[in-house]
């Protein structure tokens, strides 16, 4: 069976024959769900959206709507077994389809494979070729469905000129003119449309058209909005003039103009990406490509091969591009399946270790964590089996990215490196020495012990020269400041200034290694709040710090450092858990703080409960690249305002 909502709602049987859903209601709770994406939706949260003024007996309507669609969906359903599909899941229900039986899944993950796979083009055109009109198209006047259909439009129009563009980067693109002008017609205020357009008709050797085109829009855009044309499309406009050659159809550097098959792809992928900077990029992009021509051929050994074949060490517990490190997951469990237990066990750790080392901490949901923690440790008994040093190395890369799993582990991980190191010393596995060290550097910074993690970096830096690892001296320079600003409060040591211009060097540093998004961002606000916590003085305000990741859990001491006392409580009772990473135990300090300048007592046990078992380390020291000072004296903080103290 198969569900579209990309124009009106309606499920199909495998036969194309269509499902009778019954009324409007039972329709617009099949599309709720849909929605939901698999997640669970409470009752309250169904009948609120359903009624807006909700009948006394609309629970009751509700169910029976559920129990309708249950036998519409699932006909063959014996009697009194569960059902499969619609299924009730604590206070509400979910939908439990594979995601490419629904229609509005299938077009989100072939527009975010294009993103990033330019040889996803195809599955991308035939994902915008199923919208039939707008989203949801016949649940009227229910507002979570107006919001769905606003999402998905702008969706599908990023889609259209995303089509566009990898056309027009691939070489072709001429055909595209009558489409795009159709396009900017309709969606005038779309600057992208516009300079796709004149690339279309400039392909078409219609230079002229190209030109008149980008004056167009500069007159329409100055003239009814007062603005300018933004750089990208006055760039395209100089080019054009000129003449430029990046006006060609890009070639790739890494491959020299040879079509590789998905082995050879996926082994010069692994070279590249340990040169990191826009090598990493595309090695990354390179590698999902591999994985996905390999599945097409239907060999799942070679497919098993080419995704355990990229074994590159992996440090930080929050992935790059986590939209690629799923697809991957994805692909990995597929081929394990079809490898099923009796499969050889050298693809079998390698596919279990590639799900353990893809699924980086900060991006899972409670399922995929423990999924992912026991992918690791099958992974590594397997690898100990066979007594292969090479896929043991890998195995417990995977280990260590899932050992985050509750505050307080930096001594069990310093084990995980110490192995890691040894291994890959007796085996000559220079990539791994680096991250051994690495990982050894991390865990003694988290313990406080600075002389310790120096002697690793200087370590790993040496090695980085042979190895050609140039992210390694990026991560030491953050450890060095993190050195300089835990030594900035002792009598006689460096400034809190000299320490925040250390900082503020290891940022530039980092913001010019291409391809480092899930460490980079937020990596700088928060080594600067660390650093005025250490001094005791308050939230640094500036508005153009980009927190990233980390907002949720720095905006309660933000909004107090500017005096907004009632929205920093506002914000701190609806701060989550802190993801199970390496900075757990620095978020967990910062809400275990602003709970204690606001008294909330509730918020201030918790947060003490979280951080007794890492008493012994330093806030943020997990990461070996920034501190908020030891984990005790926020502990502290926090018993006293649960007490009353």
């Known amino acids: 069976m198969r569900i579209d909502v990309l124009g009106a709602v309606r499920a199909l049987h495998d036969d194309g024959t269509p499902v009778n859903l019954g009324g409007p209601r039972h329709r617009e709770v099949l599309a709720r769900l849909v929605a939901a994406g698999g997640r669970m939706v ?5 009948v609120d959206d359903l009624w807006a003024e909700p009948p006394v007996r609309a629970v009751g309507a509700l169910h029976t709507f559920v129990a309708a669609l249950r036998r519409a969906i699932e006909p063959d359903r014996p009697p009194r077994t569960p059902p499969r599909v619609l299924v009730t899941e604590g206070p509400g229900y979910a939908l439990r389809l594979p995601r490419d039986t629904v229609d509005v899944h299938r077009f989100e993950d072939a527009l975010a494979r294009a993103r990033h796979t330019p040889d996803a083009l195809t599955d991308l055109d035939a994902a915008l070729a199923t919208w039939r009109g707008p989203a949801y198209a016949d649940v009227t006047g229910s507002a979570w469905a107006q919001s769905e259909r606003a999402r998905l439009e702008e969706l599908r129009l990023e889609g259209v000129e995303l089509r566009a563009r990898l056309l027009l980067d691939s070489g072709s693109g001429a ?3 009558a489409e795009l002008g159709a396009h900017v017609t309709e969606h005038p205020w779309r600057e992208p449309a516009w ?6 008709l400039h392909r078409a050797g219609r230079q002229a058209d190209a030109l008149a085109t980008l004056r167009r829009a500069r007159t329409m855009l100055a003239d009814q909005l007062g603005l300018d044309p933004g750089a990208d499309l006055r760039h395209l406009e100089t080019d054009i003039l000129r003449g430029a050659a990046t006006l060609q159809p890009p070639h790739t550097v890494w491959t020299a103009g040879v079509r590789l098959g998905p082995r050879t792809t996926v082994e010069l992928a692994r070279t590249l990406a340990l040169a990191g900077g826009d090598a990493l990029i595309h090695s990354r992009r390179d590698r999902l490509a591999a994985v996905e021509a390999a599945e097409r051929t239907g060999d799942i050994t070679l497919t ?3 995704i355990g074949a990229y074994d590159v060490p992996a440090l930080w517990s929050r992935a790059d591009d986590p939209e690629q490190s799923r697809a991957v997951v994805a692909a990995a469990e597929r081929t394990l399946t079809a490898l099923g237990t009796d499969g050889p066990a050298q693809l079998r750790a390698r596919l279990l270790a590639t799900v353990a080392v893809e699924s980086r901490s900060a991006d899972l949901s409670p399922t995929e964590q423990r999924r992912a923690g026991q992918a690791s440790r099958e992974a590594e008994a397997l690898a100990r089996e066979l007594g292969d040093p090479a896929l043991l190395a890998f195995a417990l890369n995977g280990v260590f ?5 509750r505050p307080g582990l930096a001594a069990a991980r310093d084990v995980i490196g110490a192995e890691v190191l040894d291994l890959a010393n007796r085996h000559e596995l220079p990539d791994f020495v680096v991250l051994g060290r690495l990982i050894r550097l991390q865990s003694a910074s988290a313990l406080g012990d600075l002389d310790t993690a120096a002697a690793h970096a200087e370590a790993a830096e040496q090695l980085a020269v042979s190895t050609e690892a140039p992210l390694v001296p990026v991560l030491t320079g953050w450890y060095r400041a993190r050195v300089t600003a835990a030594r900035s409060t002792e009598p006689g040591g460096p400034t809190a200034a000299t320490a925040a211009a250390q ?10 290694t291409a391809g480092m998004p899930g460490l980079h961002r937020g990596l700088f606000a928060l080594a600067l709040m660390g650093l005025r916590l250490l001094h005791d003085r308050p939230a640094p305000t500036d508005p153009a710090l980009d927190w990233g990741p980390y907002r949720p859990w720095t905006r309660p001491l933000v909004l107090l450092a500017r005096s907004q006392d009632e929205e920093a409580r506002t914000a701190l009772t609806t701060t989550p ?3 199970l990473d390496h900075m757990q135990e620095a978020l967990w300090c910062l809400t275990a703080h602003a709970a204690a300048r606001l008294d909330e007592r509730p918020i201030a046990a918790r947060a003490a409960t979280a951080l007794r078992a890492a008493r012994a380390e330093h806030a943020g020291g997990a990461s070996g690249m920034l501190t908020l000072g030891p984990v005790a004296r926020y502990l502290a903080e926090a018993e006293a305002c649960a007490h009353g103290n």
């Open 42 to 46: 409470p009752t309250d949260t169904l």
């Open 175 to 177: 055909e595209l003119v």
């Open 195 to 200: 300079g796709l357009l004149a690339r279309a």
């Open 304 to 306: 098993a091969r080419v």
């Open 401 to 405: 990215l899932q050992s985050f799993t």
């Open 503 to 512: 900082y503020r060097a290891a940022e530039h540093s980092l913001a010019d």
């Open 577 to 579: 858990e802190p993801p």
